[in-house]
T-cell receptor, first 111, second 112 residues
Framework: QKEVEQNSGPLSVPEGAIASLNCTYSDRGSQSFFWYRQYSGKSPELIMF????GDKEDGRFTAQLNKASQYVSLLIRDSQPSDSATYLCAVNPQAGTALIFGKGTTLSVSS | KAGVTQTPRYLIKTRGQQVTLSCSPISGHRSVSWYQQTPGQGLQFLFEYFSETQRNKGNFPGRFSGRQFSNSRSEMNVSTLELGDSALYLC???????????FGPGTRLTVT
């Protein structure tokens, strides 16, 4: 059974701090990795994807991938109250297969 | 470009009934995936359709079925509804599958 694990949280950080969200996956051969954000009562929205080991930056967001450790993370710099949401990690084991989602980490940013 | 649309947005059904949900993907997207989301289980994959063929299937009973039409619109059907089927049903479209998916607003199904 291929799995994606996330700490459910809540993760609470003060405004302006760095929020670090983590995800581990069981299938060592997984190819691509995604972060979705879901606000309460809304549907998930893709915010980042990463395919290669290392870091990928997009504005205040940085995705980090370590395939050897089967670990992917999302860093949110200068966290804002508007970042308060549930963050879903998703893994695509290989092309043509279904995306596997973790259960999500709830982030709360206090002003 | 218009986003993914789902109809209806809300449904209330009785145990034993059946229901059909509809999803219209983003223009040009050929893959449609369906998910069930509940507070306890998170986002669970139901199935994916690509070019009118079911390409992937999750671990749901045969009461859950779907199809895709030539214009990429997709429908999902649940027969003999059970209380445990109460959930938010999301569809997501992508160009050809994979993880870059765009979700619709969902259909909230309540079974009484």
């Amino acid at each position: 059974q291929k799995e994606v694990e996330q700490n459910s949280g809540p993760l609470s950080v003060p405004e302006g701090a760095i929020a670090s969200l983590n995800c581990t996956y069981s299938d060592r051969g997984s190819q691509s990795f995604f972060w979705y954000r879901q606000y309460s009562g809304k549907s998930p929205e893709l915010i980042m994807f990463i395919y290669s080991n290392g870091d990928k930056e997009d504005g205040r967001f940085t995705a980090q991938l370590n395939k050897a450790s089967q670990y992917v993370s999302l860093l949110i710099r200068d966290s804002q109250p508007s970042d308060s949401a549930t963050y879903l990690c998703a893994v695509n084991p290989q092309a043509g297969t279904a995306l596997i989602f973790g259960k999500g980490t709830t982030l709360s940013v206090s002003s | 470009k218009a986003g993914v649309t789902q109809t209806p947005r809300y449904l209330i059904k009785t145990r034993g009934q059946q229901v059909t949900l509809s999803c219209s993907p983003i223009s040009g997207h050929r893959s449609v995936s369906w998910y069930q989301q509940t507070p306890g289980q998170g986002l669970q994959f139901l199935f994916e359709y690509f070019s009118e063929t079911q390409r992937n299937k999750g671990n749901f009973p045969g009461r859950f079925s779907g199809r895709q039409f030539s214009n990429s619109r997709s429908e999902m059907n649940v027969s003999t509804l059970e209380l445990g089927d109460s959930a938010l049903y999301l569809c997501a479209s992508s160009l050809a599958g994979g993880g870059e998916q765009y979700f619709g607003p969902g259909t909230r199904l309540t079974v009484t």
